[in-house]
């Protein structure tokens, strides 16, 4: 868990590839400085030509250069980071931070920076005084950074202004939750019965920490509970908040007996679940959704108005409300080798995702005749992928909820025309497929 957790933190830490790359760049700079040219050979003729001065103010102006460079590129990544937050979701900075591309480019110019800048203590000078003799491979790479570095400012203003569209931003939005469905989102003992009440002489294992839950990994958990004969519910799904001190865990004994060792278990409770500052997209399909849904509620604000985008991702939501619909979804009931209840895991079902997509979008989205049949038809998709007649039954009721809000907001009787027949056929569509709605 502790590894995972690092891991998290690195993938999304702008400082981590940088320093990397100082690291290599001071020892690819001592290694190459230590490597004689012989004279008359071919690299002697395609290696740098000048003198040891020449080397030094050639080192001096690709070191000024880099830090112009440098600082044009953190506030090319400051603004776009301010308009990823104001224009879109705050939520989404993190997603930037995460850029593979952007942290590359900032390693290849830092280590340029470094590079030559490291080259001063040794080109042109030896035991304090002036010399000629100087590493012309190493004086040769520097040049060589220079260019890489010249194309990679070219290609990094290429990426950062797809990267800030809003087609790109919520690509990858979709592309990273579709990816948490597909690998992260648990099978084990996944069902939609509802989880056991813990009874009243159940005991509570505090939270370690103040935080988000991250990720649930309950292995550790059931072996705990199973080894001291319990039952262990954990009272947070991922993506919720805990204060610490608060209960994480509940366990009891059924029928009652002494006390459990409530250290293993909360050791174990701590092996299990993560908790951190800020939610993350490891197994928290509910954060994309989130960011979706956040993007068409700004849109259709006062200070924005933009429909278009709003109907935009309200598109990329029916690609994950249609493979979430596929999908067994619910809490997990977790037994050991006996078939006893050891760890109840709660989980969302397919009513949480589509209040979560289509609630704050429908109340917000109710006037527009547009952005309504947008829901509908991402409800009339998502109802073509459920699993079963439940799955079909909660997306009526969604549609039912989006008809009654639309009716009192739409003015024109004429624009309420169209959305009502759209509405009809999507309900007889769902008819066609043997649900009686």
């Known amino acids: 868990m502790r590894r995972d957790a690092v891991s998290e933190y690195l993938r999304g830490a702008l400082w981590a ?15 190459l400085s230590f490597v004689e040219v012989r004279p008359g050979s071919w690299r002697d003729r395609v290696l740098f030509q000048g003198t040891a001065d020449d080397a030094r103010t050639l080192l001096i102006a690709i070191t ?33 931070l995460r850029d593979r591309v952007n942290q590359f480019v900032l390693s290849v110019f830092v280590a340029t920076f470094v590079y030559s800048s490291a080259g001063l203590y ?5 035991a304090g005084e002036r010399t000629d003799e100087y590493p012309r491979l190493a004086v040769t790479v520097a040049l060589v950074l220079l260019f890489v570095s010249l194309l990679m400012l070219v290609f990094f203003v290429h990426h950062l202004t797809h990267s800030i569209q809003i087609d790109e931003v919520m690509r990858r939005v979709e592309r990273t939750t579709l990816q948490v ?25 505090p939270a370690y920490r103040s935080g988000y839950v991250q990720t649930i990994h309950p292995e550790a958990l059931v072996a705990a509970a199973a080894a001291t004969g319990v039952t262990a519910s954990v009272t947070r799904m991922v993506g919720e908040h805990v204060i610490a001190g608060s209960a994480l865990v509940q366990v009891w004994q059924d029928p009652p007996g002494p006390p459990p060792a409530l250290d293993r278990l909360a050791a174990a409770a701590r092996d299990s679940i993560r908790i951190g500052f ?32 709003s109907i935009q991702a309200i598109e990329h939501l029916s690609v994950v409300l249609a493979a979430l619909a596929r999908r067994e ?17 709660p ?22 005749p547009r952005v309504v049949r947008a829901q509908l038809r991402i409800l009339q998709s998502t109802g073509q992928f459920c699993r079963d007649d439940a799955g079909r039954r909660l997306v009526v009721e969604q549609v039912k909820l989006l008809l009654t809000d639309a009716e009192r907001a739409i003015v024109q009787p004429a624009d309420f025309v169209v959305v009502r027949d759209h509405a009809d056929r999507v309900l007889r569509d769902l008819t066609a497929r043997g649900f009686s709605v």
């Open 17 to 31: 590839m940088p320093s990397l790359a100082v690291v290599v760049a001071l020892i690819a700079g001592s290694t």
């Open 64 to 96: 000024s250069t880099m830090a112009t460079v440098i600082a044009l590129v953190l506030g090319l990544t400051v603004v776009a980071l301010q308009l990823a937050s104001t224009q879109f979701s705050p939520r989404l900075l993190r997603n930037f």
């Open 278 to 309: 800020e939610r993350t997209a490891e197994q928290d399909v509910a954060f994309g959704v989130r960011q979706l849904a956040d993007i068409a509620v700004k849109a259709l604000s006062a200070a924005i108005n933009d429909p278009y985008t």
């Open 329 to 345: 979804l619910g809490s997990q009931l977790l037994r050991d080798q006996a078939g006893a209840l050891r760890a109840v895991v």
């Open 181 to 205: 469905i597909d690998r992260d989102l648990p099978t084990a003992g996944v069902t939609t019965e509802p989880r056991p009440v813990p009874p009243e002489w159940a005991v509570d294992v």
């Open 122 to 126: 040794t080109v042109g000078v030896k």
């Open 347 to 368: 989980g969302r079902d397919l009513e949480y995702y589509l209040d979560l997509a289509c609630g704050q979008v429908r109340r917000y989205g109710k006037n527009e």
